[in-house]
């Protein structure tokens, strides 16, 4: 059972372009969660999502940045109009559950995305 | 609003020595408290989680202890090695289930 995946690793973009950033969850969770680490802080809550609804996305900005989990294919989310600001490492989990006592996260090695 | 803190920030220790990180938190509706490490440039790997009935959870040389009660958690590491070298977060999920993670504590375990 392969781990959480996403693609790419490393990703450079410059001010103005979109990001798109990929999660592919273990095989059997349906739930999934983004973070942003931001150099020198913590890890931040972005998005919940299940299979095509989203959640809860009270920590992702309102602008510039969208998130997905269709029916059928990865989780993405989505960076339009990159600044500098947006230069993070992204890590999504996922879980079989989203509540109660069984709701373990499984993270994935990140995407380090650089905005020159 | 849950808020995770987590004592101490940074931590250096010669190898060998028992060590405590503690992780406290605001919202005792905890669903469960998951304990994970980061090594620098990597993703967070799961060490223990602790279900909202459960008051300790074991694997190996840690051990972590969760109390509702007074909103706290305690990670402790047994025989430090250098390989524990590494930053550890804690994420407590209270009643909004919305996971929120602590700073972390950087560990030094120097040989």
């Known amino acids: 059972n392969a781990g959480v995946m996403q693609n790419p690793r490393h990703l450079v973009r410059r001010r103005g372009q979109e990001a798109r950033l990929r999660c592919s969850p273990m095989?059997?969770?349906?739930?999934v969660y983004w973070y942003r680490q931001l150099p020198e802080e913590g890890l931040k809550f972005m998005v919940y999502?299940?299979?095509?609804?989203?959640?809860?996305e009270s920590g992702m900005p309102k602008e510039r940045f969208s998130a997905e989990f269709p029916k059928e294919g990865p989780s993405i989310l989505r960076i339009q109009q990159v600044v500098r600001g947006d230069s993070a490492a992204y890590f999504c989990?996922?879980?079989?559950?989203?509540?109660?006592?069984?709701?373990?996260?499984?993270f994935g090695p990140g995407t380090r995305l650089t905005v020159l | 609003k849950q808020e995770v803190t987590q004592i101490p920030a940074a931590l250096s220790v010669p190898e060998g020595e028992n060590l405590v990180l503690n992780c406290s938190f605001t919202?005792?509706?905890?669903?469960?408290l998951q304990w994970f490490r980061q090594d620098p440039g990597k993703g967070l790997t799961s060490l223990l989680l602790?279900?909202?009935?459960?008051r300790e959870q074991t694997s190996g040389r840690l051990n972590a202890s969760l109390d509702k009660s007074s909103g706290r958690s305690t990670l402790y590491i047994a025989a430090s090695q250098p390989g524990d070298s590494a930053t550890y977060l804690c994420?407590?999920?209270?009643?909004?289930?919305?996971?929120?993670f602590g700073r972390g504590t950087s560990l030094i375990v120097h040989p």
């Open positions: 989990a996922s879980s079989p559950t989203g509540t109660g006592d069984h709701n373990e996260q499984f």
């Open positions: 095989k059997g969770h349906s739930h």
């Open positions: 999502l299940q299979k095509e609804n989203i959640i809860d």
């Open positions: 919202d005792s509706a905890i669903y469960n």
């Open positions: 602790i279900q909202s009935s459960q």
């Open positions: 994420d407590g999920s209270g009643g909004s289930y919305i996971p929120t």
